[in-house]
């Protein structure tokens, strides 16, 4: 059902809403664009959970679901903890691991350093496809702010108790730039 309405949303939204656009002002577009910019980049994770899984199973091998249930997490640092496993894991061991073994001074140089590698590998494809340093900006502060509150959440010991609530107040740092890259 979801990969209909995926379909469906890239075939018909975005001239819905551009002509909507026209008639509607730029305050009350604003929840329309980030409520298809959510559903666009919800259903597309599933469709890559999915496109990831079905060639290892042809060969008989089970791979490991990309996400674990990231929206159940309590806290910032969980929700990373679940949150594109594959890449999670790359990272941690190129960027973290190796600031984190110089001692315990660099732990958090270690985690604020990972989230801007994985803000660069974000930014790129923004920038290759011309928005410019504004759109490039808003992408970088996105993964900035949630590299802050995870280090402040495991230097201070106060969890940010909905993570739901954090990804909504940051989500349009990271959905804006994506929306005006495809177009919508």
Same mark, same amino acid.
């Given at each position: 059902?979801w990969?209909?309405?995926?379909?469906?949303?890239?075939?018909?939204?975005?001239?819905?809403?551009?002509?909507?656009?026209?008639?509607i002002?730029?305050?009350?577009?604003w929840?329309?664009?980030?409520?298809?910019?959510?559903?666009?980049?919800? +259903?597309?994770?599933?469709?890559?959970?999915?496109?990831?899984?079905? $060639? *290892?199973?042809?060969?008989?091998?089970?791979? $490991? +679901?990309?996400?674990?249930? $990231?929206?159940?997490?309590?806290?910032? +640092?969980?929700?990373?903890?679940?949150?594109?496993?594959?890449?999670?894991?790359?990272?941690?061991?190129?960027?973290?691991? $190796?600031?984190?073994?110089? #001692?315990?001074?660099?732990?958090?140089?270690?985690?604020?350093?990972?989230?801007?590698?994985?803000?660069?590998?974000?930014?790129?494809p923004?920038?290759? +496809?011309?928005?410019?340093?504004?759109?490039?900006?808003? *992408?970088?502060?996105?993964?900035?702010?949630?590299?802050?509150?995870?280090?402040?959440?495991?230097?201070? #010991?106060?969890?940010?108790?909905?993570?739901?609530?954090?990804?909504?107040?940051?989500?349009?740092?990271?959905?804006?730039p994506?929306?005006?890259?495809?177009?919508?």
């Amino acid at each position: 059902m979801w990969v209909i309405g995926a379909i469906a949303s890239r075939i018909i939204l975005p001239y819905t809403v551009s002509e909507w656009n026209h008639g509607i002002s730029t305050v009350m577009m604003w929840p329309i664009r980030l409520a298809i910019g959510i559903f666009h980049f919800y +259903s597309s994770l599933n469709i890559l959970d999915t496109v990831y899984q079905i $060639p *290892m199973s042809f060969a008989g091998h089970a791979l $490991p +679901s990309l996400f674990r249930s $990231p929206f159940a997490a309590s806290s910032v +640092s969980e929700f990373w903890r679940r949150w594109n496993i594959v890449i999670q894991g790359m990272l941690h061991s190129t960027v973290y691991r $190796p600031c984190a073994s110089w #001692g315990e001074s660099m732990r958090f140089p270690g985690v604020l350093l990972t989230f801007l590698a994985s803000g660069v590998l974000h930014i790129y494809p923004i920038w290759l +496809s011309g928005l410019g340093v504004t759109q490039c900006v808003l *992408m970088g502060a996105f993964f900035l702010a949630q590299g802050l509150c995870v280090c402040l959440e495991n230097s201070k #010991g106060i969890p940010v108790n909905d993570a739901r609530i954090f990804a909504a107040l940051t989500s349009p740092l990271f959905i804006e730039p994506f929306l005006r890259a495809f177009q919508l």
